[in-house]
């Protein structure tokens, strides 16, 4: 079952703020998020793991609410660079069986 | 490092053709996916591997054949290649850490594929 993100487009001007939410109708072990830009392949950002760790960007943040089956990614002072679409990628229990969103376009304009 | 290498970046195929796709990792990575990914799309994940020798069916493996028999190398095979193939494909790999069995996933740059 693949997990559900909103909203399915954003348009931002630079410096405004964004969130992007992630939603799985089954328990999550973990949650990673990947930015793509047109034409490219996916670039790591973000993982969230069951019990609270986290590995990441540094000017990206997330949270995970494991009760909520949620993760929700913040960026903050969005910049030019930070327009593409945005995946999350879930993991219910099968080490290495991934499941990913059909993710989120975001646009930032100057 | 090359990091995660796909071959190749493009590919035409007449309906029924078969063709194998191949991707290789240097990073002594244990984990290893293949994905399709159609326009506006996110990725599905077709097969995959948790080590050498081993494979494993994801979302949508119909049509599609994978082998694993060095850890580097990730084939993935369209036995008759159907016009609904058409997609962009993206081979990933991530390394397994104790105590952990989920981290970031590295990708190739895709191959593009159409079927006529």
């Known amino acids: 079952q693949q997990p559900v993100q909103s909203p399915q487009a954003v348009i931002l001007r630079e410096g405004e703020d964004a969130v992007i939410n992630c939603s799985s109708s089954?328990?999550?072990?973990?949650v990673h998020w990947y930015r793509q830009k047109h034409g490219e392949a996916p670039v790591f950002l973000m993982i969230?793991?069951?019990?609270?760790e986290q590995k990441g960007h540094e000017k990206i943040s997330a949270s995970f609410n494991e009760k909520k089956q949620q993760s929700s990614l913040y960026l903050t002072a969005s910049q030019l660079s930070y327009s593409g679409t945005y995946f999350c990628?879930?993991?219910?229990?099968?080490?290495?069986?991934?499941?990913f969103g059909d993710g989120t376009t975001l646009t930032v304009k100057p | 490092n090359a990091g995660v290498t796909q071959t190749p970046k493009f590919r035409v195929l007449k309906t029924g053709q078969s063709m194998t796709l191949l991707c290789a990792q240097d990073?002594?990575?244990?984990?290893m996916y293949w994905y399709r990914q159609d326009p506006g799309m996110g990725l599905r994940l077709i097969h995959y591997?948790?080590?050498?020798?081993?494979?494993a069916k994801g979302e949508v493996p119909d049509g599609y054949n994978v082998s694993r028999l060095k850890k580097q190398n990730f084939l993935l095979g369209l036995e008759s290649a159907a016009p609904s193939q058409t997609s962009v494909y993206f081979c990933?790999?991530?390394?397994?850490?104790?105590?952990?069995?989920?981290?970031?996933?590295?990708f190739g740059p895709g191959t593009r594929l159409t079927v006529l």
């Open positions: 969230l793991l069951k019990g609270g």
């Open positions: 990073m002594n990575h244990e984990y």
């Open positions: 591997s948790v080590g050498e020798g081993t494979t």
């Open positions: 990933a790999s991530s390394y397994s850490d104790s105590g952990r069995d989920y981290n970031e996933q590295f």
């Open positions: 990628g879930t993991e219910t229990g099968n080490a290495g069986k991934s499941t």
């Open positions: 089954k328990a999550l072990y973990s």
